[in-house]
């Protein structure tokens, strides 16, 4: 089994990079946030839940957020392996990943995490918002998550590294470049 986290501030690129290495891997790409969205315009409750926090430019509660990753973790066709897209955010969910893990007989194998220039992520955030028409992407919305992102979720890349799994990659450039920086770590540590 081959599981992948992805970390990055919102706007790096994971969901782009995300697709490119599951399809190398062979492994569903599964993102939190692509989940909440799916919910929120089904508006199923936990899509109305997820909204109400996201709107504020705030990650949805654990209690939420971790139910719904560990019955998708579950699911047959993440069975030879995962790559994870916006999960773990805190330390504390990274510590429920590892028990979710250990659970379905596997371990996290690798951490990448994506590192852009806040200001070019904030650039990224509003072409994306003007294209797909995001209610979720205002600029000031997109500078609280940056500050909520640089609160919560670095402490993770923290706790990966120490444990020896994180590897930083460049977010400068093309796709095709951060792709071929995501694929280089991939092909020494095969």
């Known amino acids: 089994m081959t599981a992948i986290i992805l970390l990055g501030p919102p706007g790096a690129g994971k969901g782009t990079q995300a697709s490119r290495i599951a399809e190398r891997l ?3 790409a599964i993102s939190t946030g692509e989940i909440f969205r799916t919910n929120m315009a089904e508006g199923t409750e936990i899509g109305k839940q997820a909204k109400a ?6 990650f949805v509660p654990d209690s939420v957020t971790n139910a719904m990753v560990k019955a998708r973790l579950a699911a047959p ?4 392996g995962f790559l994870l ?9 990274a510590h429920v ?7 379905l007989g596997a371990a996290i194998d690798l951490v990448l995490e994506i590192q852009v220039d806040e200001d070019e992520v904030v650039a990224r955030m509003l072409k994306r918002a003007e294209e797909l028409h995001r209610a979720d992407d205002t600029e000031p919305v997109m500078r609280h998550r940056l500050e909520v992102y640089h609160r919560q979720t670095e402490p993770v ?3 990966y590294a120490d ?11 093309t796709v095709d470049e951060v792709t071929d920086r995501i694929f280089a770590i991939l092909d020494r540590l095969a």
């Open 26 to 28: 062979g492994v569903p």
């Open 53 to 58: 926090f996201m709107d504020r430019g705030e």
């Open 77 to 80: 066709d993440a069975a030879g």
């Open 85 to 93: 897209d916006g999960y773990p955010r805190t330390v504390a969910q």
């Open 97 to 103: 990943l590892r028990d979710m893990t250990m659970d």
């Open 157 to 159: 890349a923290t706790y």
């Open 163 to 173: 444990q020896d799994l994180l590897h930083v990659v460049d977010g400068t450039g």
